[in-house]
């Protein structure tokens, strides 16, 4: 059985098939494919573009989704996850998509159900689909000559599993990553790293911004929002009339990790990688459960 846990789940040719089929589905046209599948979500953790883009998808596919209340189901009654998996198993989905706020919950989920999973977001872990969607918006806007192109990902790098998925899978398609953050949000990884943004700036291609994870902090690792904005938000200023294009997975934090004006501004294609991400979740869900009968 084939699961997306990680982008390392699909080889480069994988992804590559993918983008196409992804590519097609950009037309929003309703398709029959996987009429009579039923896909279940259960979200451990809040989200608004990925639950609503995964259920888009499948409904567009023609596929029934379950989505599981997880504040109404039996895990709030202190149901183990795996006996909640072992229910939803026997009631057979085609494909099971599950976000969870611990890292590994999607791949231990994956060994006792005997259906695909795909991992919606766990922890700082992975964020499959989300990589994918961005690799992809970035593949457009450069009509797929995205080799050697440089890519600065800015703001909490270290907490963000976004962030941890694009580097596997731009790595792999020979972007250049250059992390942009202060000392406490900075992963230990082997890449280019500095906390000028300015000067990483001039030399990107693409800007990845990402919101402060505050959810997964200990503690306040910052004196106040608006000094962490005044190093890092993405302003007009900075980016001047710049050939770049500019990315956030969302939530945005106006004004903190991008300006009103730079969401405005035709260069952020924040709004576009939502509608891709429908597209990339509608290939992924098509390609694991028909490849996995
Ligand atoms: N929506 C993304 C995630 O679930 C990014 C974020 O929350 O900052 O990881």
Redesign the pocket.
Known sequence: MRHLITTKDFSKDEVLELFKEASEYLDEKPRNTLKGKSITTIFF?N?T??LSSFETAAKRLDAKVLRLDVSRSSSSKGETLFDTAAILDTMSPSAIVV?HQHAGVPASLASYMHCPVLNG?DGKHA?PT?ALLDLFTIMKAFKNEVENKTIIIVGDIKN???AASNIELLSRFGLKIILVAPPHFMPNVKLEKTYKLKEAIDQADIIMS??T?TERHQKQMYGSLKDYANDFCITKELIKDKKVIILH???VHRNIDISDEVLADPRSLVLKQVKHGVAIRMAALRKLILENE
Request: net charge positive; aromatic share 0%.
């Open positions: 953790e989200s573009r990925t976000r977001g964020h989300q963000s599993r976004v990402l919101r994870q997975p969302g939530p």
